[in-house]
């Protein structure tokens, strides 16, 4: 099993700033994902986030909006740029491997 | 592409009553199944999973049975509990790859 640790679990923000949230993984893994979760809806993949390559990305979400980094095996972080209202959500990072994937806690984001 | 559909709820019931949460997919080729599982103000838990047709995959007392003839992962529980109270999302992996496609999530409510 892996225990996904992120930050920060939340924050109020004002429109138009940005905010990156951090995802720890305490093993080594494959895959890892970040996902939104908008209030009372299901969960939406935003992107892959690749080891030291651009991440992939997932139709209806781009880079410049939610840029992500993997630097290593254990670590990455999502980035949600020029904030609006509309960006409220859970922002969830899973990794693992095929077969399971284990999930944080999430980063609540409320944007006022 | 792939794609989950779940029954919708809520669904509340009374302890000991049987549980059922209808699942359905659409995917190509073989993919993975699983269920996860929201307890109020927690993260996101793997609850069940199966990789092939005809596996049952199992824990806490819930059971689900990937059935490739008709496209379904349903969950059931014989007896449920007022901890069993929960969001329950049905998800796929599709066999090319490793990310987790959710459906809507079902929303459980036990009574005493």
């Known amino acids: 099993s892996a225990v996904i640790s992120q930050k920060p679990s939340r924050d109020i923000c004002q429109r138009g700033t940005s905010l990156t949230i951090q995802c720890q993984v305490d093993s080594q893994v494959t895959m890892m994902f970040w996902y939104r979760q908008q209030p009372g809806q299901s969960l939406t993949l935003i992107a892959t986030a690749n080891q030291g390559s651009e991440a992939t990305y997932e139709s209806g979400f781009v880079i410049d909006k939610f840029p992500i980094s993997r630097p290593n095996l254990t670590f990455s972080t999502l980035t949600v740029s020029n904030m609006s209202p509309e960006d409220s959500s859970i922002y969830l990072c899973?990794?693992?491997?095929?077969?399971?994937?284990?999930f944080g806690e999430g980063s609540r984001l409320t944007v006022l | 592409g792939d794609s989950v559909t779940q029954m919708e709820g809520p669904v509340t019931l009374s302890e000991e009553a049987f549980l059922t949460i209808n699942c359905t997919y659409t995917a190509t080729g073989y993919p993975s199944l699983f269920w996860y599982v929201q307890y109020p103000g927690e993260g996101l838990q793997l609850l069940l999973k199966?990789?092939?047709?005809?596996d049952k995959g199992s824990n806490k007392g819930f059971e689900a049975t990937y059935r490739k003839e008709t496209t379904s992962f349903h969950l059931e529980k014989g007896s449920v509990q007022v901890s069993d109270s929960a969001v329950y999302f049905c998800a796929l992996s599709g066999s090319n790859d490793y990310k987790l496609s959710f459906g809507a999530g079902t929303t459980v409510t036990v009574r005493a």
């Open positions: 199966a990789t092939k047709a005809d």
């Open positions: 899973s990794a693992g491997q095929r077969g399971e994937l284990f």
